[in-house]
């Protein structure tokens, strides 16, 4: 797998762009606002249709513009692939591949499949629940466009029973009570599935964070993860009917998928609140490279890696093992401060010195 070339339009600061790749490993060198961050951002959108930077659509579109357009030529299975999204200001991206419109990120299929590593990847020990949760259905996603149609079914009628609870106004009458009984059922059949999909990704990827943690550490430490889902002890559709009276009163969904998090426990201690900054930072890491080997182990091809400044935040010990424990395949690195040591880039892209082509 792997993109030989992408171009941009009114995509962020870049009016127009074009930048060529290797098939190993490239860096993007430039200072902190040259636009290395959303050359890797754009690269991002044509594999999962939005950005890894958790922004909406109009944030990343050129101001005065009213969309932005990426397109890449890729390769996967010795498949030609021809990827083309558009990020209007307002309403839904459009999407290409092979110039056959697609309405969904699940009809991409066999196309580019990435991961990343950023700098706020800190978040994943330190930050809320929310964000483990979409570490785990990002990385489910990559292993099958199927594994994100769930989580939007979910998400989907989760919406609507949210919809109705609120209609509710904390009393509810017969009628209410069948449609609520359908929602309850349209959200309990894909939660359960969503549920079943996250636990046996925490179960995979617990011996895989371990093992990396110990490779960039380079110290032996017990790390364990387990997925907090306690409505999975009865099940999504018993969870509900439990906690009915109280949703409704509250007027949302106070158990579910929605709810989950993911323990992230080192030497037997929550490392959110007892691990040291160090600690967690290497957990972090750990995690992201967890992620990209079980998805090359699964997918049988290394997904196309995608390093933002990490090695910035890393002593040069930690920057190597990194490097190292990387499976073969492509890789885009972005740094202030040069080439990372440990790396031997193919192609060096120099921004200041306009490595991008942009007419």
């Known amino acids: ?58 944030v990343m579109i050129r101001t005065g513009a009213a969309a932005a357009v990426v397109r890449g030529e890729a390769v996967r299975d010795d498949r030609d692939l021809l990827v083309e999204i558009e990020l209007p200001a307002k309403g839904r991206s459009r999407a290409q591949v092979n ?59 989760l919406k609507q029973r949210n919809a109705l609870l ?45 093992a990396a943690y110990d490779e960039l550490s380079g110290v032996s430490s017990e790390v364990r993860l387990s997925l907090v889902a306690p409505w999975r002890d009865i099940g999504l559709a018993a969870a509900l ?27 037997g201690l929550p490392s959110r609140t007892h691990a040291s900054q160090g600690e967690q930072r290497c957990l972090a890491l750990s995690l992201r490279l967890a992620a990209h080997r079980h998805l090359t182990a699964a997918l049988g091809v290394a997904p196309v890696l995608l390093l933002d400044d990490v090695f910035s935040e890393l002593d040069p010990s930690r920057s190597a093992a990194l490097l190292a424990g990387l499976p073969d395949g492509q890789a885009v690195i972005t740094s202030a401060i040069g080439v990372p040591p440990g790396a031997t880039p193919d192609l060096v892209i120099d921004l200041i010195d306009g490595g991008v082509e942009r007419g």
Do not use: C
């Open 99 to 157: 110039r056959q419109r697609i309405s969904r990120r699940a009809d991409l299929g066999d196309g580019l499949v990435i991961s990343v590593f950023a700098p706020d990847d800190l978040d994943l020990v330190k930050g809320g629940p929310s964000v483990r949760r979409g570490f785990l259905d990002e990385t489910l996603a990559s292993l099958h466009p199927r594994h994100d149609v769930v989580r939007s079914d979910f998400e989907r009628a």
């Open 1 to 58: 797998m792997r993109l030989d070339r992408f171009w941009v339009e009114d995509f962020r600061a870049y009016e127009h762009g074009k930048v060529e790749l290797a098939p190993g490993v490239t860096v993007i060198i430039g200072p902190n606002g040259a636009g290395k961050t959303s050359l890797l951002e754009a690269i991002g959108v044509l594999a999962r249709w939005e950005s890894f930077r958790g922004v909406a659509n109009e």
């Open 166 to 210: 609120k209609q509710l106004g904390g009393r509810l009458n017969s009628e209410a009570a069948l449609t609520l009984d359908v929602w309850d059922q349209r959200v309990a059949l894909a939660g359960d599935q969503l549920g079943v999909l996250r636990e046996q990704l925490v179960t995979d990827l617990g011996p895989v964070v371990g």
């Open 241 to 267: 009917a439990a906690s009915r009276d109280q949703d409704v009163r509250r007027g949302l969904s106070l158990v579910g998928p929605h709810r989950d998090d993911v323990e992230i426990a080192l030497a």
